[in-house]
Structures are given as C-alpha cells and as structure tokens.
C-alpha cells in the first residue's frame, strides 16, 4: 500500500516518529488501529442506544411525562 500525506503532515509524523524513537511506519499502524476501535466502539455504542431506546420506550416516555 502506498499512503501519499499532504506535506505538512508528512513533517508532523516524521517529527513525532523522531522523538518516539519509531517509524513514520509504525505511527501509521498505530493510528489506523486507534480509529478501529474507535469506530467500533461506536457502533457498539449505538446498537447499546437503540436497543434501550426500543426496549424501555415506554419507560422512557413515563420519565419524559413526569
């Protein structure tokens, strides 16, 4: 795969690679793993919201009268 970064964000990773003591390689990996799990968490966030949403409606209505 060949990843082509606008300049300034090229100097950014190198300069944070620099003072990790890593690659620009490994900041990358890095990065696209923490928005995986970011994504994911998410989705697991929203399937948790809907399934509330669906299951205590009328809960939630009674609150929303009270």
């Known amino acids: 795969m060949t990843i082509r970064l606008?300049?300034?964000l090229d100097s950014?990773?190198?300069e944070i690679a620099r003072?990790?003591?890593t690659s620009k390689h490994a900041l990358?990996?890095?990065a696209a793993s923490l928005a995986v799990?970011?994504?994911s968490r998410r989705e697991e966030i929203d399937a948790g919201l809907q399934f509330?949403?669906?299951h205590d409606a009328e809960l939630l209505q009674r609150l929303?009268?009270?």
């Open 19 to 21: 003072q990790r003591h």
């Open 52 to 54: 509330v949403l669906s």
């Open 64 to 66: 929303e009268d009270a």
């Open 12 to 14: 950014a990773l190198e």
């Open 6 to 8: 606008p300049p300034e």
């Open 28 to 30: 990358i990996v890095e």
């Open 37 to 39: 799990e970011r994504y």
